[in-house]
C-alpha cells in the first residue's frame, strides 16, 4: 500500500537548514507538482500546525504533516523529505523533527488503509531506523517494499 502511495519522485533529501514551515512546504511539493493536493492544503497544514498541531509529532524525529480532504486534496498521495537536520515544529526543542512526511487522503478509505500501512512500517524500530539512515529515494523505496512483502 504504502510503496504504491510513496514512488521515488516523492521522496527528497536536503542539507539545507529549514524553519518548521520550509519543510512542511518542500515536503509538499511533490504532491503540490503532481496535481495531488492544492496549495490550499499546505496553508491548511501550516496554520493547522501554527494553531498548535505539534500532533503531528510521532515521535523519533518523524512528523506527518496532514490536514482535512476538502482542504484541498485532488489524489491520495505521501511524500518525504528527510532533513540534515532538524527543523522543530513550532520552533520547540522538544518537537525536533528531521523526517517529515506529508499525507493527503482523499477519503475516509483512503486514510485508514495509508495511515495503517505507515504507522505499521514506522512502529517497526528496524526499518524505522533504515529510513533514517537511507541516502537515496530508491533505498527508500527498497525499504518499504520489502516490509511490505515481509507482511
Same mark, same amino acid.
Given at each position: 500500500?504504502?510503496?504504491?502511495?510513496?514512488? *521515488?519522485?516523492?521522496?527528497?533529501?536536503?542539507? *539545507?537548514? +529549514?524553519?518548521?514551515? *520550509?519543510? $512542511?512546504?518542500? $515536503?509538499?511539493?511533490? +504532491?503540490?507538482?503532481?496535481?495531488?493536493?492544492?496549495?490550499? %492544503? $499546505?496553508?491548511?497544514?501550516?496554520?493547522?500546525?501554527?494553531?498548535?498541531?505539534? %500532533?503531528?509529532?510521532?515521535?523519533?524525529?518523524?512528523?506527518?504533516?496532514?490536514?482535512?480532504?476538502?482542504?484541498? $486534496?485532488?489524489?491520495?498521495?505521501?511524500?518525504?523529505?528527510?532533513?540534515?537536520?532538524?527543523?522543530?515544529?513550532?520552533?520547540?526543542? *522538544?518537537?525536533?523533527?528531521?523526517? %517529515?512526511?506529508?499525507?493527503?487522503?482523499?477519503?475516509?478509505?483512503?486514510?485508514?488503509?495509508?495511515?495503517?500501512?505507515?504507522?505499521?512500517? +514506522?512502529?517497526?524500530?528496524?526499518?524505522?531506523?533504515?529510513?533514517?539512515?537511507?541516502? !537515496?529515494?530508491?533505498?527508500?523505496?527498497? +525499504?518499504?517494499?520489502?516490509?511490505?512483502? !515481509?507482511?
Amino acid at each position: 500500500m504504502l510503496s504504491h502511495l510513496l514512488p *521515488e519522485r516523492n521522496i527528497h533529501f536536503t542539507q *539545507e537548514k +529549514l524553519t518548521w514551515q *520550509e519543510a $512542511v512546504t518542500q $515536503v509538499a511539493r511533490p +504532491l503540490v507538482e503532481a496535481g495531488d493536493v492544492t496549495p490550499e %492544503y $499546505v496553508r491548511a497544514m501550516l496554520d493547522s500546525i501554527t494553531a498548535g498541531g505539534t %500532533y503531528i509529532d510521532l515521535g523519533h524525529g518523524i512528523a506527518l504533516a496532514h490536514a482535512r480532504p476538502e482542504h484541498g $486534496v485532488v489524489r491520495t498521495g505521501i511524500s518525504m523529505l528527510r532533513l540534515g537536520e532538524p527543523a522543530p515544529l513550532l520552533d520547540l526543542p *522538544e518537537h525536533a523533527v528531521d523526517l %517529515y512526511f506529508c499525507f493527503a487522503a482523499a477519503d475516509a478509505d483512503a486514510h485508514m488503509r495509508a495511515m495503517a500501512s505507515l504507522a505499521r512500517i +514506522l512502529s517497526d524500530a528496524h526499518t524505522r531506523q533504515a529510513l533514517r539512515d537511507a541516502a !537515496s529515494a530508491p533505498e527508500v523505496v527498497k +525499504l518499504i517494499t520489502e516490509f511490505e512483502d !515481509s507482511e
